[in-house]
Antibody, heavy 121, light 110 residues
Framework: EVQLLESGGGLGPPGGSLRLSCAGSGFGMYAYDMTWVRQAPGKGLEWVSTVRGSDETTYYEDSVKGRFTISIDNSKNEMYLEMNSLGVDDTAVYYC???????????????WGHGATVTVS | QSVLTQPPSVSGAPGQRVTISCTGTSSNLGATYDVHWYQQVPGTAPKLLIYRNIIRPSGVPGRFSGSRSGTSASLAITGLQAEDEADYYCHSYDDTLSGSVFGGGTKVTV
């Protein structure tokens, strides 16, 4: 059974840093594109960043470029999001999610974690 | 401002049919990228409802269906049930952004 479990959320000051982790089980991240999607309080879903499990190619939404770094450790089957220079607009629930097979990050997100709350204040 | 445009809310009585539209641009739906739909009950993670425009994952009831035409897509719920009250999001890929794009979400009230 595929499962994703985020950890590492919490409270951070403006300008500070936080690191999120996403542990996968029931599948190998090396074979899929993985992503972080966030949801600010009372708002909709917003794509943050994607990493290709096979070659670690990365993609970022413009507002986080240069501040956030996505990475993957296939030996641990874990994905990470290092967040620096945090601003109040980064306050959100951060979900890790797995893209479905064959079409990479053009495909649907077939499994999601429960989310990790990040509060910048 | 979301890249994909959805109505903020739709409502219907139990048993009725409702539709949710999702309108994109030439760099996402107009570039023939697939659209996917998610259901999110408040306080929980999104759940995949429809993928690749029209396909229901195993376990999703048949009253949910998707369609697609040009730069637009729709999600239909027939035989609306109280448990369908949730937020619904469309999702696709965008060439210009080189990443995922979502609609702003539609709240369905039964």
């Amino acid at each position: 059974e595929v499962q994703l479990l985020e950890s590492g959320g919490g409270l951070g000051p403006p300008g500070g840093s936080l690191r999120l982790s996403c542990a996968g089980s029931g599948f190998g991240m090396y074979a899929y594109d993985m992503t972080w999607v966030r949801q600010a309080p009372g708002k909709g879903l917003e794509w943050v960043s994607t990493v290709r499990g096979s070659d670690e190619t990365t993609y970022y939404e413009d507002s986080v470029k240069g501040r956030f770094t996505i990475s993957i450790d296939n030996s641990k089957n874990e994905m990470y999001l290092e967040m620096n220079s945090l601003g109040v607009d980064d306050t959100a629930v951060y979900y890790c999610a797995k893209f479905g097979s064959s079409r990479g990050h053009h495909d649907a997100l077939d499994f999601w974690g429960h989310g990790a709350t990040v509060t910048v204040s | 401002q979301s890249v994909l445009t959805q109505p903020p809310s739709v409502s219907g009585a139990p048993g009725q049919r409702v539709t949710i539209s999702c309108t994109g641009t030439s760099s996402n739906l107009g570039a023939t990228y697939d659209v996917h739909w998610y259901q999110q009950v408040p306080g929980t993670a999104p759940k995949l409802l429809i993928y690749r425009n029209i396909i229901r994952p195993s376990g999703v009831p048949g009253r949910f269906s998707g369609s697609r035409s040009g730069t637009s897509a729709s999600l239909a719920i027939t035989g609306l049930q109280a448990e369908d009250e949730a937020d619904y999001y469309c999702h696709s890929y965008d060439d210009t952004l080189s990443g995922s794009v979502f609609g702003g979400g539609t709240k369905v009230t039964v």
